[in-house]
């Protein structure tokens, strides 16, 4: 008899279940029908030892100290900012949009004053935007948001902008700055050792309290195993035997391609195979982005590894990857939520589980806040670890 199951090895599994154990005391049973920890932020060196983010590149980042500092229990960090480009009409832009967009589009040097100007004068007046398309005409106008935004929408999601909701363009900051980092956050790192080694530590944390079993599926294991509580983070819709229909999800399918110093010193190159640490394509190739992401782990090799992404339909055969923000789908979800609600000693939880794109320090925060709200006065069944 486990205190818990824990069913999915991911951020919000392996935090949830860290918690338990050494905060609480409980014995745990974490499974993971992969054969792997991390979920989707799981990391591995390919052939030439090169860390390759497996499933897209993962840039941490957030404004929450408290997230870092419960994560540094288990890892120390490599500071890091996160370059990224455009790359259309068959050249780099420099991206999110910027000053130095505008002044490449203007073909001239320019100011903060005439970019607002310039983005009073084209974007759309339109107050309370409703969808993707809507948000992004509303923000940069036309012209940027068919450069840059329509054409990657509707390879990434198969959909056109205008019936998903605004968040998935929204998400994007633009400045008349010439700040060209991705991402706004102050802390943004990567795991001084990877993200694998880091949930490593999560799992020796927890000692003898935590057995982890990995190729295994909630299907089969809940019928093996005794437990008091169940954490689940997968598909809340397979949770209930998708009774209400499926949700929708994205998938993708990663494409690692690794050079060694020599095929690089063979292409020309030394040490990097392109310029910036990702690159997006919006409009003609297939694939959505290339990231190369040596550049932001700085690991000192001569060799180097690139994941190129090719979005796809989620099947049975692949992951389900983002939950696909459209009005029927978010409906569909809160009647599934209601039957979570009233699902007894069940705690849903995670990404797949809440159907909502969370950032890793969103999801980390979402089981620290929930083990505080749920867990952290039951009574202890052994005594706990100094966490
Ligand atoms: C392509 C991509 C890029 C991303 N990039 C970033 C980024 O740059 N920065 C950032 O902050 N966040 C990023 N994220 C988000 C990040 O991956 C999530 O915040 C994080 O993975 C959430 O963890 P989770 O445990 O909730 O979900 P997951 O990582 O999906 O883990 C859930 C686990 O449950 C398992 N599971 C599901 N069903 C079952 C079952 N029936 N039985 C057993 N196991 C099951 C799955 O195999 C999976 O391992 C990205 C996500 C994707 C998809």
Not at 288 to 294: D, G, L
Request: some cysteine; glycine content about 6%; aromatic content about 14%.
């Amino acid at each position: 008899m486990y205190d818990a199951m824990v069913v999915g090895a991911g951020l919000s599994g392996l935090v949830m279940a860290e918690r338990l154990c050494s905060q609480l005391g409980w014995r745990c049973l974490l499974i993971d029908r992969r054969e792997h920890l991390g979920g989707n932020c799981h990391d591995a060196p390919d052939p030439n030892g090169v860390l390759t983010h497996l499933y897209g590149p993962h840039y941490f980042r957030t404004n929450t100290p408290e997230l870092v500092n419960y994560l540094s229990r288990f890892t120390a960090w490599h500071r890091t900012r996160y370059a990224v480009r455009s790359f259309t009409g068959g050249r780099y832009w420099s991206f999110p949009i910027n000053l130095k967009t505008f002044e490449q589009l203007l073909g001239r040097e320019s100011s903060q004053d005439e970019f607002s100007r310039w983005l009073d004068e084209h974007k759309l007046p339109i107050t309370e935007p409703q969808n993707s398309e809507e948000v992004m005409l509303a923000s940069v106008g036309v012209e940027f948001y068919e450069k840059f935004f329509k054409g990657y929408t509707q390879k990434q999601w198969n959909k056109e902008p205008r019936s998903l909701h605004p968040s998935v363009c929204g998400r994007i900051p633009v400045r008349t700055t010439r700040d060209d980092g991705y991402v706004d956050e102050s802390f943004q790192a990567l795991p001084q050792d990877g993200y694998t080694a880091m949930f490593e530590r999560m799992v020796d944390t927890c000692g003898a309290n935590l057995e982890v079993r990995l190729g295994l599926d909630f299907c089969q294991a809940k019928d093996t195993f005794s437990y008091r509580h169940l954490i689940y983070t997968g598909p809340i819709d397979e949770y209930f035997q998708v009774c209400y229909g499926r949700l929708e999800y994205r998938s993708l399918r990663f494409e690692v391609e690794s050079h060694s110093a020599r095929s690089l010193a063979q292409q020309g190159k030394s040490g990097f195979w392109q310029p910036y640490l990702q690159v997006n394509y919006p409009n003609s190739e297939q694939y959505t982005r290339i990231v190369e992401i040596k550049h932001a782990t700085s690991q000192n090799t001569p060799h180097t590894n690139l994941v190129r992404e090719y979005p796809q339909d989620y099947t049975q055969d692949n992951e389900p990857y983002y939950p696909v923000p459209t009005d029927r789908n978010l409906a569909l979800y809160k009647k599934y939520a209601a039957l979570a609600a009233e699902e007894k000693g069940t705690t849903f939880l995670g990404r797949l589980a809440t159907y909502a794109y969370l950032n890793m320090d969103q999801a980390v925060a979402l089981a620290l806040e929930t083990f505080s709200a749920k867990f952290s006065a039951q009574p202890q069944q052994r005594k706990p670890r100094l966490a």
